[in-house]
């Protein structure tokens, strides 16, 4: 599966965006997502996850309540709305995918295979 990530920018801070993470191949439903970031000279960290066998979203504690994942089968995309953003939000974000993934590794980066390119959220204050 491919991925392409798309819809960063520059915002102020309280504003929002929405990133999208578009996907080619037929069994994508089949996968979960997860969306990281990458800092300026920090490592990569979870923001949030999709498991697509049982329709369960988590979150990052420090995206909880701010940011939403969604999935849109039948567009082949996944969406991760980010609201009340913040300036530490600043970061590359990345989209992942990945088949066989259970609950308590989401949050692990290095467990997804597939991966698209990162789309920049810039937080201006």
């Known amino acids: 599966v491919q991925l392409q990530a798309s819809g960063g920018g520059l915002v102020q801070a309280g504003n929002s965006l929405r990133l999208s993470c578009a996907a080619s191949?037929?069994?994508?439903?089949?996968?979960?997502v997860g969306w990281f970031r990458q800092g300026p000279g920090k490592e990569r960290e979870f923001v949030a996850a999709?498991?697509?066998?049982?329709?369960?979203?988590h979150y990052a504690d420090s995206v909880k309540g701010r940011f939403t994942i969604s999935r849109d089968n039948a567009k082949n995309t996944v969406y991760l709305q980010m609201n009340g953003l913040r300036t530490e939000d600043t970061a590359v974000y990345y989209c992942a995918a990945d088949q066989r993934l259970i609950r308590s590794t989401l949050h692990i980066w290095q467990q997804y295979d597939y991966w698209g390119e990162g789309t920049l959220v810039t937080v201006s204050s």
């Open positions: 191949g037929r069994t994508f439903s089949r996968y979960s």
């Open positions: 999709f498991k697509w066998n049982d329709g369960s979203t």
